[in-house]
C-alpha cells in the first residue's frame, strides 16, 4: 500500500459508484463527469495496490477485496454522514446543558418564570443556576453566561445590556405609620435609616434629573449584606436604601413602599454576558433572544 496520506473523497466515490452499480448511474447522482469518477477510482486502487472495480464494456463488478472494502467503507462514510447530520441539527435546536451565574439577591418567581417559558419552548436545555455576588470567570467555570449588575470591567465578554437597577429608599408600611412624614430627601434626616455599607454610612446623595441632594442620616444599622438591609426593612426597623429589582415583589404585595417617587440613590446597569465565540451555540442564542427581551421588560418596569 502506498504511504501517501489517504483521499477520503476518493472513497467516498468508490461506494458512490459501486452503491449505484456503474459510472453513469453514479455520475447522475453526485453530478461529476464519468471521466472524473473514473480517475478518483483508479488513484484510490492505485494508493491501495488492489482492484476494487472489474470494468467490463457492459457491467460493474467488484472483486472479493472491492465487497470488503466497500462494506467498511460505507459503515464508516455513514457515520461521517450521521455525526455531520447531529452537528447540523445542533446547529439550529437548542439543546444540551445551559449554565448561567447571577447575583444571589436574584432569585424570585418572575425570573423563574422567565427561564421556565424558555425551557418549555426547548425541552431539550437544561438550565444549572449558580448563584454568586463574584463575578466569576465564566470560561475557568464552565458557564455560559451571567447577568451581572453595575459596569463591566472584562472587553472579552460580550454585552447585552437589559436593563437598570435603581437605588432608591424603600420601608415597612408598619414603619410609616409611626414615623415622621417622609415629603422631600431631607426628610429622611428625621428617621432610622437602614445602611447597606457600600453606598454611605453617615450620608446618602439622592438625584432627580438634574437636581442632587446630600442628606445626612440617623444610621441605626449598617452592613455591607444587602439581603440582611432589606430584611431589617421588611421587619418595620426603618428606611432602606435598596435596587429597585430586589423589592419588586415585596412592593406588589404591600410589604415594602417605594418612597420619594423619582428620586434615586445611583442607577447600575443590568447586562447579559457571555464569552467571545466565533459559533454561538443554539441554547445560548435562542435564549438571548427570547429570554433577553423577558428580562429588559423585568429589569426596567
Given at each position: 500500500m502506498?504511504?501517501?496520506?489517504p483521499?477520503?473523497?476518493?472513497?467516498?466515490v468508490?461506494?458512490?459508484?459501486?452503491?449505484?452499480?456503474?459510472f453513469?448511474a453514479?455520475?447522475?447522482?453526485?453530478?461529476?463527469p464519468?471521466?472524473t469518477?473514473?480517475?478518483?477510482?483508479?488513484?484510490?486502487?492505485?494508493?491501495?495496490?488492489?482492484?476494487?472495480?472489474?470494468r467490463?464494456?457492459?457491467?460493474?463488478?467488484?472483486?472479493?477485496?472491492?465487497?470488503a472494502?466497500?462494506?467498511q467503507?460505507?459503515?464508516?462514510?455513514?457515520?461521517?454522514l450521521?455525526a455531520?447530520?447531529?452537528?447540523?441539527?445542533?446547529?439550529?435546536e437548542?439543546?444540551?446543558l445551559?449554565?448561567m451565574t447571577?447575583p444571589?439577591?436574584?432569585?424570585?418567581?418572575?425570573?423563574?418564570?422567565i427561564?421556565?417559558a424558555y425551557?418549555?419552548?426547548?425541552?431539550?436545555?437544561?438550565i444549572?443556576?449558580?448563584?454568586?455576588?463574584?463575578?466569576?470567570?465564566?470560561v475557568?467555570?464552565?458557564?455560559?453566561?451571567?447577568?451581572?449588575?453595575?459596569?463591566?470591567a472584562?472587553?472579552?465578554l460580550?454585552a447585552?445590556t437589559?436593563?437598570q437597577?435603581?437605588?432608591?429608599?424603600f420601608?415597612?408600611?408598619?414603619?410609616l405609620?409611626?414615623?415622621?412624614?417622609?415629603?422631600?430627601?431631607?426628610?429622611?434626616?428625621q428617621?432610622d435609616?437602614?445602611?447597606f455599607?457600600?453606598?454611605?454610612?453617615?450620608?446618602?446623595?439622592?438625584?432627580?434629573?438634574?437636581s442632587r441632594?446630600h442628606?445626612p442620616?440617623r444610621?441605626?444599622?449598617a452592613?455591607?449584606?444587602?439581603?440582611l438591609?432589606?430584611?431589617?426593612?421588611?421587619?418595620?426597623?426603618?428606611?432602606?436604601?435598596?435596587?429597585?429589582?430586589v423589592?419588586r415583589?415585596?412592593?406588589?404585595?404591600?410589604q415594602?413602599?417605594?418612597?420619594?417617587?423619582?428620586?434615586h440613590?445611583?442607577t447600575?446597569p443590568?447586562?447579559?454576558?457571555?464569552p467571545t465565540q466565533?459559533?454561538?451555540?443554539?441554547?445560548?442564542r435562542?435564549?438571548?433572544?427570547?429570554?433577553g427581551?423577558?428580562l429588559?421588560?423585568?429589569f426596567?418596569?
Open positions: 502506498n504511504n501517501q496520506n483521499d477520503l473523497n476518493d472513497t467516498l468508490f461506494v458512490r459508484v459501486a452503491q449505484a452499480g456503474g453513469s453514479a455520475a447522475r447522482l453526485t453530478g461529476m464519468v471521466s469518477l473514473s480517475v478518483r477510482v483508479a488513484r484510490l486502487e492505485q494508493r491501495l495496490g488492489v482492484t476494487l472495480l472489474q467490463t464494456t457492459r457491467r460493474l463488478r467488484l472483486t472479493e477485496t472491492g465487497q472494502y466497500l462494506q467503507a460505507a459503515r464508516g462514510l455513514e457515520d461521517i450521521q455531520e447530520a447531529q452537528i447540523d441539527a445542533g446547529r439550529q437548542a439543546q444540551g445551559l449554565r447571577l444571589i439577591d436574584m432569585g424570585d418567581d418572575q425570573l423563574l418564570a427561564l421556565s425551557r418549555d419552548r426547548h425541552p431539550g436545555v437544561a444549572e443556576l449558580v448563584f454568586s455576588d463574584a463575578r466569576l470567570d465564566l475557568a467555570h464552565g458557564l455560559d453566561l451571567a447577568l451581572r449588575v453595575g459596569e463591566l472584562d472587553s472579552s460580550v447585552r437589559i436593563g437597577a435603581r437605588w432608591a429608599p420601608a415597612h408600611p408598619g414603619y405609620q409611626r414615623a415622621p412624614a417622609l415629603r422631600q430627601p431631607r426628610d429622611l434626616s428617621h435609616a437602614l445602611c455599607s457600600p453606598l454611605g454610612r453617615d450620608s446618602w446623595t439622592l438625584g432627580r434629573g438634574k441632594v442628606v442620616l444610621s441605626v444599622f452592613a455591607n449584606d444587602m439581603r438591609i432589606r430584611r431589617l426593612a421588611l421587619e418595620s426597623r426603618g428606611v432602606a436604601l435598596l435596587p429597585d429589582y423589592c415583589r415585596e412592593v406588589d404585595h404591600g415594602l413602599v417605594p418612597l420619594l417617587p423619582g428620586w440613590a445611583r447600575d443590568i447586562h447579559l454576558v457571555y466565533r459559533f454561538v451555540p443554539p441554547k445560548l435562542h435564549f438571548i433572544d427570547e429570554a427581551p423577558a429588559s421588560a423585568l426596567d418596569r
